[in-house]
């Protein structure tokens, strides 16, 4: 079983939808990171976050250090969302960081 | 130039070649790093530099090797690459702190190389 696991592995939505992308771990961290990355493969850091709720622009992400889940919430989708999103994680007794496999998004006119 | 640059952008290269890749940031960070991002598969951390030190080695082959002359500048030799070596490698820097933790990391647009 992997460290960070994702949910859905894909996901296409209509444009304006609200989408949300899951990430379970298993291991202690001191934070988590949420990416994007395009088709082209350049990747754009989006959240770092380590309790709490984090908002920018349509973009919202949670976490619960408890439950180790965090959420990456899209609201009014567009096809410039249309990317696969990485989940990230630091654990907090090593200098490692272990990546989720990606959640691809498909965001149709 | 802003943010963390990479050339070059696409290299095919055979087994017995010897190539490098570059890594440019000029956010003023202190560590730098190389990912490498297989079809399917998830990023891979590959090396990090902090404070120009290697740090850490993640069980990497010797036909890679890593060389960071400054905190700004980051190279990736390759020698002797299989097939199975083609993939999408990324550097990254971010600013670090003793205290640890994940700090946040700017991306390269990476290089896509394929070995023939």
């Known amino acids: 079983k992997n460290e960070v696991e994702q949910s859905p592995q894909n996901l296409t939505a209509q444009e304006g939808e609200f989408i949300t992308i899951n990430c379970s771990y298993s291991?202690?961290?001191?934070?988590l990171h949420w990416l994007q990355q395009h088709p082209g493969g350049g990747i754009v850091s989006l959240f770092m976050?380590?309790?709490g709720k984090k908002k920018h622009g349509r973009l919202i992400a949670t976490i619960n250090i408890q439950e180790k889940h965090s959420s990456l919430h899209i609201t009014a989708s567009h096809p410039r969302d249309s990317a696969v999103y990485i989940c990230?994680?630091?654990?907090?007794?090593?200098?490692?960081?272990?990546f989720g496999p990606g959640t691809s998004l498909s965001v149709i006119p | 130039e802003t943010g963390v640059t990479q050339t070059p952008r696409h290299l095919v290269m055979g087994m017995t070649n010897k190539k490098s890749l570059k890594c440019e940031q000029h956010l003023g960070h202190n560590a730098m790093y190389w990912y490498k991002q297989s079809a399917k598969k998830p990023l891979e951390l590959m090396f990090v530099?902090?404070?120009?030190?290697?740090?850490e080695n993640n069980s990497v082959p010797s036909r890679f090797s890593p060389e960071c002359p400054n905190s700004s500048h980051l190279f990736l030799h390759l020698h002797t690459l299989q097939p199975e070596d083609s993939a999408l490698y990324l550097c990254?820097?971010?600013?670090?702190?003793?205290?640890?933790?994940?700090?946040?990391?700017?991306f390269g647009p990476g290089t896509r190389l394929t070995v023939l």
């Open positions: 990230a994680v630091r654990k907090t007794s090593y200098d490692k960081v272990i």
């Open positions: 530099y902090n404070f120009k030190e290697q740090t």
């Open positions: 990254a820097s971010s600013q670090v702190s003793v205290a640890g933790g994940l700090h946040e990391q700017f």
């Open positions: 291991v202690g961290i001191s934070a």
């Open positions: 976050l380590s309790s």
